[in-house]
């Protein structure tokens, strides 16, 4: 696959992080003038960092801390090469100014991205800070060493605060010295790699963390919407509010126009408490016309798409090796399978909100986002402001894998703030949110493989169609463009350009229109490697099978390393003898090829996570046991490995992997519902079931150790349980399931059909 990088044009890099640009602010201030010396602030060298008198540095962070820890990981980043005492660190999350550069977090990219950046900052700092230790200290920079927030020589040392006090650094970086900067060898670190407590958890425990939420502010009053009929093209022809004018505290409804077209044919009722909001939205009727899409159902998306992969053209050819037509008319033996899967929610844990009100000429926006950057303009164009006019206030997210990259639900709260001239608090209850959820959409995928007469591999096919998040705020000419010169979405295709060596390959993207103008996709963790990845490991399986090999085996055969495959630096040093590293290693932990109790088996799959231009190399084993009587499958252990290459928070890297699989669990058998009539079918917990407690299976995880390259670990481990969990169930029952999520009736039907032997 290309590597995505059109000058003018959304790179998948510059779309989900964008942040490099702001790194040539680098520069120590001179010694005369400094904030330090005028008075009691801190000592602010960078933009990424400041010292204070008391030692304690304080690290910038402008990713969206939503469980993950990103925080810590990358305070200690800095703070490893900056040579502090880690108990003097802390981390600010802060706003939308400018100078921070392009603000998003998703991708499991926010480690990747920001390790070079914070790395050579505390470099430059730590430099900075000896030379001028050396100069008070009367030696040369050469003989001094720093450890802990100190500079030392001859048995002498001088603190940091202590250098700052005196006159501080004098030493500047250009961007170019920067870039350029070296950084500790991996020997010489002393906090990446270390277990630590993440720096954002004491908040969380002791209630005083702040999420969107909590936001509150002076004179404000509540609202919750009205949901329309589709989420687009619904008009409001009338609004009845008689009824809630009963509800004490009800205030008014307001029929929400907005330019952007992000919110179409929303009313949002107001009241002075949300309970009365509540209760007042229920008692509002409102006369919609509805949108188009008010008849679609999930069944005529992927038959939309089931048609659009039957065409011989449309679509962009991500990968196209000319060969691959010759080699199947060559081939000995033909493989050709479809695999599909439903629609999954977020199902976040808090409820979107947003608190919006103008002050100063400028409107502030209250609420957790993991794409400020992007929802800025929309908000622009939907308040008819210049974008500097709005600025959004960071808080923490309670919950978010990939639901609050669209901040879509800033607009509303936005618009009625406007509209009321007064502070609006939005909260959507649980069954708003989920009607307004920009959930994945649904797949439907077509692989083919050929064989010669030995039984090799020598050409594959992957089609694959299912709505684009990425279409929702980028034109075609915006988005990256294929080898074939056709626009996609990567975060759709991810994953088909795998690390198997299969001879010729071709790569079809298709972007189901239907489903875009039905729904809103959005960016699910993982996004597309969730389904790529269980149609690419669940066919890998079928083709062990028909070239009667073992599944580990096969796999082994194929991540050869070679040609496009061999990797290259820095982030995918070795390429595919990574990923036959961990397969290898989880395969041996989990005791592959010992027998098994009757209808409990091992299922095998690997996958390199989300991206071929930043993998972190993933095995998977699960031991699963069938119910023949009752179809019911029972996980009960998952062996993983995983190199991701240099873990900076081990603690934090554990708990995103064993978060992953376990989401990977979830939607493999327990989660998944059904766009119906232009809506989504489950609304709340009691019939959307994800995973419960009870039902966690034992985990083993290794990570390899490892010195390159720092990649991510949000999401990988979501893409590697579904087809490992759909080969055990093969492996124990003899029944291929080819459709996510496995429902207990598909296993029953599944083995009825089985011929008696």
């Given at each position: 696959?290309?590597?995505?990088?059109?000058p003018?044009?959304?790179?998948?890099?510059?779309?989900l992080?964008?942040?490099?640009?702001?790194?040539?602010?680098?520069?120590?201030?001179?010694?005369?003038?400094?904030?330090?010396?005028?008075?009691?602030?801190?000592?602010?060298?960078?933009?990424?960092?400041?010292?204070d008198?008391?030692?304690?540095?304080?690290?910038?962070?402008?990713?969206?801390?939503?469980?993950?820890h990103?925080?810590?990981?990358?305070?200690?980043?800095?703070?490893?090469?900056?040579?502090?005492?880690?108990s003097?660190?802390?981390?600010?999350?802060?706003?939308?100014?400018?100078?921070?550069?392009?603000?998003?977090?998703?991708?499991?990219?926010?480690?990747?991205?920001?390790f070079?950046?914070?790395?050579?900052?505390?470099?430059?700092?730590?430099?900075?800070?000896?030379?001028?230790?050396?100069?008070?200290?009367?030696?040369?920079?050469?003989?001094?060493?720093?450890?802990?927030?100190?500079?030392?020589?001859?048995?002498?040392?001088?603190?940091?605060?202590?250098?700052?006090?005196?006159?501080?650094?004098?030493?500047?970086?250009?961007?170019?010295?920067?870039?350029?900067?070296?950084?500790?060898?991996?020997?010489?670190?002393?906090?990446?790699?270390?277990?630590?407590?993440?720096?954002?958890?004491?908040?969380?425990?002791?209630?005083?963390?702040r999420?969107?939420?909590?936001?509150?502010?002076?004179?404000?009053?509540?609202?919750?919407?009205?949901?329309?009929?589709?989420?687009?093209?619904?008009v409001?022809?009338?609004?009845?509010?008689?009824?809630?004018?009963?509800?004490?505290?009800?205030?008014?409804?307001?029929?929400?126009?907005?330019?952007?077209?992000?919110?179409?044919?929303?009313?949002?009722?107001?009241?002075?408490?949300?309970p009365?909001?509540?209760?007042?939205?229920?008692?509002?009727?409102?006369?919609?016309a509805?949108?188009?899409?008010?008849?679609?159902?999930?069944?005529?998306?992927?038959?939309?798409?089931?048609?659009?992969?039957?065409?011989?053209?449309?679509?962009?050819?991500?990968?196209?090796?000319?060969?691959?037509?010759?080699?199947?008319?060559?081939?000995?033996?033909t493989?050709?399978?479809?695999?599909?899967?439903?629609?999954?929610?977020?199902?976040?844990?808090?409820?979107?909100?947003?608190?919006?009100?103008?002050?100063?000429?400028?409107?502030?926006?209250?609420?957790?986002?993991?794409?400020?950057?992007?929802?800025?303009?929309v908000?622009?164009?939907?308040?008819?402001?210049?974008?500097?006019?709005?600025?959004?206030?960071?808080y923490?997210l309670?919950?978010?894998?990939?639901r609050?990259?669209?901040?879509?639900?800033?607009?509303?709260?936005?618009?009625a703030?406007?509209?009321?001239g007064?502070?609006?608090?939005?909260?959507?209850?649980?069954?708003?949110?989920?009607?307004?959820?920009?959930?994945?959409?649904?797949?439907?995928?077509?692989?083919?493989?050929?064989?010669?007469?030995?039984?090799?591999?020598?050409?594959?096919?992957h089609?694959?169609?299912?709505?684009?998040?990425?279409?929702?705020?980028?034109?075609?000419?915006?988005?990256p463009?294929?080898?074939?010169?056709?626009?996609?979405?990567?975060?759709?295709?991810?994953g088909?350009?795998?690390?198997?060596?299969?001879?010729?390959?071709?790569?079809?993207?298709?972007?189901?229109?239907?489903?875009?103008?039905?729904?809103?996709?959005?960016?699910?963790?993982?996004?597309?490697?969730?389904?790529?990845?269980?149609?690419?490991?669940?066919?890998?399986?079928?083709?062990?099978?028909?070239?009667?090999?073992?599944?580990?085996?096969?796999?082994?055969?194929?991540?050869?390393?070679?040609?496009?495959?061999?990797?290259?630096?820095?982030?995918?040093?070795?390429?595919?003898?990574?990923?036959?590293?961990?397969?290898?290693?989880?395969?041996?932990?989990?005791?592959?090829?010992?027998?098994?109790?009757?209808?409990?088996?091992?299922?095998?799959a690997?996958?390199?996570?989300?991206?071929?231009?930043?993998?972190?190399?993933?095995?998977?084993?699960?031991?699963?046991?069938?119910?023949?009587?009752?179809?019911?499958?029972?996980?009960?252990?998952?062996?993983?490995a995983?190199?991701?290459?240099?873990?900076?928070?081990?603690?934090?890297?554990?708990?995103?992997?064993?978060?992953?699989?376990?989401?990977?669990?979830?939607?493999?058998?327990?989660?998944?519902?059904?766009?119906?009539?232009?809506?989504?079918?489950?609304?709340?917990?009691?019939?959307?079931?994800?995973?419960?407690?009870?039902?966690?299976?034992?985990?083993?995880?290794?990570?390899?150790?490892?010195?390159?390259?720092?990649?991510?670990?949000?999401?990988?481990?979501?893409?590697?349980?579904?087809?490992?969990?759909?080969?055990?169930?093969?492996?124990?029952?003899?029944?291929?399931?080819?459709?996510?999520?496995?429902?207990?009736?598909?296993?029953?039907?599944?083995?009825?059909?089985?011929?008696?032997?």
């Open positions: 696959m290309s590597e995505l990088e059109h003018g044009a959304l790179s998948r890099r510059s779309f992080v964008g942040l490099a640009g702001a790194a040539v602010t680098f520069g120590f201030a001179p010694g005369e003038g400094t904030a330090q010396e005028s008075g009691s602030s801190p000592f602010e060298p960078t933009i990424w960092y400041s010292l008198r008391d030692e304690i540095v304080t690290v910038n962070i402008v990713r969206a801390e939503m469980g993950q990103i925080g810590t990981a990358i305070a200690r980043v800095l703070a490893d090469e900056l040579e502090v005492d880690w003097n660190v802390r981390i600010l999350l802060v706003d939308t100014d400018p100078k921070w550069g392009y603000m998003q977090t998703g991708g499991s990219k926010s480690v990747w991205v920001d070079p950046i914070y790395s050579r900052a505390g470099a430059a700092g730590r430099i900075a800070l000896i030379e001028a230790g050396a100069r008070l200290l009367g030696v040369s920079p050469s003989q001094c060493v720093a450890r802990r927030g100190a500079v030392s020589a001859e048995g002498r040392s001088i603190t940091y605060g202590e250098i700052v006090r005196r006159g501080g650094p004098t030493r500047e970086f250009t961007s170019d010295q920067l870039a350029k900067l070296p950084i500790k060898r991996p020997s010489e670190r002393r906090l990446i790699g270390q277990k630590s407590d993440a720096l954002d958890v004491p908040a969380k425990i002791n209630g005083t963390a999420y969107g939420i909590d936001a509150i502010v002076e004179g404000m009053v509540y609202a919750r919407p009205k949901i329309p009929p589709t989420r687009y093209g619904s409001v022809r009338a609004v009845d509010d008689s009824a809630a004018k009963r509800i004490k505290g009800y205030l008014t409804s307001i029929v929400i126009e907005d330019p952007s077209n992000t919110v179409p044919g929303w009313v949002v009722v107001c009241a002075t408490s949300y009365a909001a509540i209760r007042a939205a229920d008692l509002v009727k409102v006369d919609w509805a949108g188009d899409a008010a008849k679609v159902s999930e069944q005529d998306i992927l038959d939309y798409g089931a048609t659009q992969i039957a065409a011989p053209r449309g679509g962009a050819l991500v990968v196209d090796d000319p060969e691959v037509d010759s080699a199947f008319r060559a081939a000995a033996s493989l050709e399978r479809t695999y599909t899967t439903s629609s999954v929610l977020h199902a976040q844990l808090e409820p979107v909100n947003a608190l919006a009100f103008e002050k100063d000429g400028r409107f502030e926006i209250h609420t957790g986002s993991q794409a400020q950057s992007t929802i800025l303009p908000l622009a164009r939907a308040l008819d402001l210049a974008q500097d006019r709005i600025v959004l206030r960071t923490l309670g919950g978010a894998f990939g609050r990259l669209n901040t879509d639900y800033a607009v509303p709260a936005a618009l703030a406007k509209a009321l007064k502070p609006v608090k939005l909260v959507l209850t649980r069954q708003d949110d989920t009607r307004f959820d920009s959930f994945r959409s649904p797949s439907i995928q077509k692989l083919r493989l050929a064989f010669d007469v030995r039984g090799k591999v020598t050409a594959m096919e089609h694959a169609s299912a709505g684009w998040p990425t279409s929702v705020y980028f034109p075609p000419a915006n988005m463009k294929a080898p074939d010169g056709n626009p996609f979405d990567p975060f759709a295709i991810d088909a350009d795998h690390w198997y060596s299969v001879g010729a390959q071709r790569v079809r993207a298709l972007e189901n229109d239907l489903a875009n103008r039905a729904f809103r996709p959005g960016y699910l963790r993982a996004v597309g490697p969730g389904w790529i990845n269980w149609a690419v490991e669940t066919f890998m399986d079928e083709a062990a099978l028909v070239a009667r090999a073992d599944p580990v085996a096969f796999r082994l055969g194929l991540l050869d390393a070679r040609g496009r495959n061999a990797g290259s630096a820095p982030n995918s040093v070795n390429g595919a003898k990574r990923q036959a590293e961990v397969l290898k290693r989880a395969a041996k932990k989990a005791g592959w090829g010992s027998s098994m109790p009757r209808d409990t088996a091992l299922g095998v690997t996958t390199f996570g989300q991206s071929r231009s930043m993998p972190t190399w993933v095995a998977c084993v699960a031991r699963v046991r069938v119910d023949r009587s009752s179809g019911d499958v029972s996980v009960e252990k998952l062996t993983i995983v190199d991701a290459g240099t873990l900076i928070h081990p603690d934090g890297a554990l708990a995103q992997v064993e978060g992953s699989v376990l989401w990977g669990l979830s939607m493999a058998l327990y989660e998944g519902t059904e766009f119906h009539k232009g809506q989504v079918k489950d609304t709340n917990f009691d019939s959307y079931t994800p995973l419960r407690i009870g039902d966690v299976p034992e985990l083993d995880i290794e990570f390899i150790e490892s010195v390159e390259a720092p990649v991510g670990l949000g999401e990988p481990g979501t893409t590697v349980v579904a087809p490992a969990i759909g080969n055990a169930i093969f492996a124990a029952t003899g029944v291929r399931l080819r459709h996510l999520p496995i429902r207990s009736t598909a296993v029953l039907a599944a083995l009825a059909s089985l011929k008696p032997v």
